[in-house]
């Protein structure tokens, strides 16, 4: 039996509104261009060409192309525009009667080189909706961004490389992400990549909608990867997701002292961490799937979360890891030393969460405990090695409250000590040692009976499930 919750609507009102304004608005002022390659005059809209390309060559800041239904064989290169420097731009597919459509336009890459990409970076604001892109063997859409980066209702699958990899440069830059689908692609399937020289001011990066299936790589990466410098601050927000059999972390974030804000997530089947996200402050996580990650069986989990201020996990469910950890919860610190030797883990509140036939259900390796730590209406099932531990790397005095939550046995957890007659999950602590565990739990009293959570719905047959699916996103665009 699996669990997963269906609720839309998490997010504001307001935000939403925005948002979609955002996505479907053009640049003001800007130099308009339309693209029609079967001839057909733009619909007598004009300056009007029959190659993207020649747009772009065309085009002067800000600028904004119009692309009428077709496949357009080209790789092309945005570096050529406004005397080769780039700058704002947007490109829109239209429908044949010149509306702004979805789907209608392909850019398909005749070469080695990406279908949308250039080789310097863009200064200004980059927007792109309604493309596919078609790349053997590069990546999709490949581009070196200093502002920010709009993006919707786009897909890359089976590139060469990943199917859309953005860069960005300089202080400051945001991501508003919409309906992506990057799937089967040779690299990974997202990136959203910090450069290594940026420092400094905060970086928002919202997506939401999208999909990211049977890279070879990660299927969505989001921030710098490397140890962050301390002035970064990094805030992810990830809504309504699909991350599932990738070949390595199904979603990979590095939300440097930020604040990381996910619901509606799944991420299942993933050769890696279902969830990996490092060096955060502020962590929620709600109304998402966690399941059969670390495929390769080398000790990784549905979730492992890093964050050094407060976390809270709500309406989870993490299982089916055998050899690892349903959730693992490290802290970290903003002060230079090794993470591994000085972390700080802050305020922890986990409720409504079911881990269930994992190595290890909940392991906390927080060093300090700087906060409080409670576990609550939880379902703790066939964890072969231990339901909940501290393990030896966190604070031998760390408490953990873990009251009221199910064990797998009507006795409760094992623990010789303070449960004799218990035959559940154990509890590894101090006095109940399992791996040089550490710590006190307290545990009583506890659920004799499986805790209910939210909308639990069991597990369907998989083509029953794509239809489910399909309706479920079609309900949900509908009540947006």
Known sequence: MTYRKIQAGRLPLAFLTAFSLAVISHTAAADTRYVDGSGGGCGGNSPCTTTVQAAVDAATIPADIRIFPGNYSESLDLGTMNGSSPGTISFQALNAGGSPAVGTVTLS??????????GTTLVGTLSVYGINFVSPSAAGLLMSVQGNVNLADLVANNTGESG?????????????????????????GLNFEIDPEVDGNQHT??????????????GIFIGRDEQVQTTMQVNPTLHSINANGNGGDGIRLRAANGTATLTDITANGNESDGLDLEDASIVVISDSTFQDNDTEAEGDSGIEVDAYSSLSITNVVASGHSSGKGIEIDGWTTSGGDPDEDQILGDVTISEVDVSNNGIGIRIDGNIANGDINIEITNFVGNTTAGLMIYDDADPTMVVNAIGNFWGARSGPTHPTNNPAGTGDAVADATNVIDDSVGTINFAPFSA??????????????????????????AVRRSR
Request: hydrophobic share 45%; charged share 10%.
């Open 205 to 218: 990066f919202t997506l939401m909608d999208s999909t990211a299936n049977n890279n070879s790589s990660t």
């Open 109 to 118: 890459s005749p070469d080695a080189g990406a279908a949308m990409g250039m």
């Open 449 to 474: 009976t499986r805790v209910s959570l939210s909308v639990p719905v069991p597990t369907v047959p998989a083509p029953l499930l794509l239809v489910l699916i399909g309706l479920l996103g079609f």
């Open 164 to 188: 859309i990899d953005i860069d960005f440069i300089g202080n400051g830059a945001s991501l508003t992400a919409t309906r992506l689908t990057a799937n089967n692609n040779a690299d990974r």
